[in-house]
């Protein structure tokens, strides 16, 4: 398996604009968690997934941010309208639940930048 | 909610071992306590985890204590690489709150040639 896959790897977009990010969890995981990474605040869970299903979004900070998982293979992250205050670092990760073998895997990252 | 405690920042030598401490004192039964590391630039990896054993893999080793309210990961001999921020994080896998994989600020481990 070629592990997490997030796109785009960097994103540059103008204040205001929407943003999608794209994560393609590991086969076979049921557990998907995007996590968001700044100096400031470190790295914050912003959503978690089980079984394709949003269980916490209490991390989400805002409207604004969307999430949605329509199968077990694919998952995005949306912001709109952007900020520049939502410039970071996003992470997707997988892992399965229950007890087995469950560490969780981190794709490379988004890196946005909203100017 | 199960927290942990962990040192901000630790120094080592090149070479030498390093003890990296987390303490969980309100851990339950079925949390499982982990441990991840990010390298600079990088997402975080995962490292290690136990539930009340020792544990050791080819990264680290994993001492847990007996009422289970501590922890020590222990990287046997730092390398340079090993220059990371180390994570100490409960899970439970058998609820739906218990499983989300929520990150403190973790050790910043420096390694010193």
């Known amino acids: 398996d070629a592990g997490v896959i997030q796109s785009p790897r960097h994103e540059v977009t103008e204040m205001g604009q929407e943003v999608t990010l794209r994560c393609k969890p590991i086969?076979?995981?049921?557990?998907l968690f995007w996590y968001r990474q700044t100096m400031m605040r470190g790295l914050e869970l912003l959503i978690y997934?089980?079984?394709?299903?949003?269980?916490?979004d209490s991390g989400m900070p805002e409207d604004r941010f969307s999430a949605k998982m329509p199968n077990a293979s694919f998952s995005t992250l949306k912001i709109q309208p952007s900020e520049p205050r939502d410039s970071a670092v996003y992470f997707c990760?997988?892992?399965?639940?229950?007890?087995?073998?469950?560490?969780?895997?981190f794709g490379q990252g988004t890196r946005l930048t909203v100017v | 909610d199960a927290k942990t405690t962990q040192p901000n920042s630790m120094e080592s030598n090149e070479e030498e071992p390093v003890h990296l401490p987390c303490n969980h004192s309100?851990?339950?039964?079925?949390?499982?306590i982990h441990w991840y590391r990010q390298l600079p630039s990088q997402g975080p990896e995962y490292v290690i985890h136990?539930?009340?054993s020792n544990v050791n893999n080819r990264m680290a080793s994993l001492a847990i204590a007996e009422d289970r309210k501590s922890s020590t990961l222990i990287l046997h001999r730092a390398t340079l690489r090993d220059a990371a921020v180390y994570y100490c994080?409960?899970?439970?896998?058998?609820?739906?709150?218990?499983?989300?994989?929520?990150f403190g600020g973790g050790t910043r481990l420096m390694v010193k040639p």
């Open positions: 136990g539930l009340t």
């Open positions: 309100t851990i339950s039964g079925t949390d499982y």
């Open positions: 086969s076979g995981h049921n557990s």
């Open positions: 990760a997988s892992s399965l639940m229950a007890g087995k073998g469950t560490e969780a895997f």
């Open positions: 994080i409960l899970r439970d896998y058998y609820n739906n709150a218990g499983n989300m994989l929520t």
């Open positions: 997934f089980n079984n394709n299903v949003p269980i916490d």
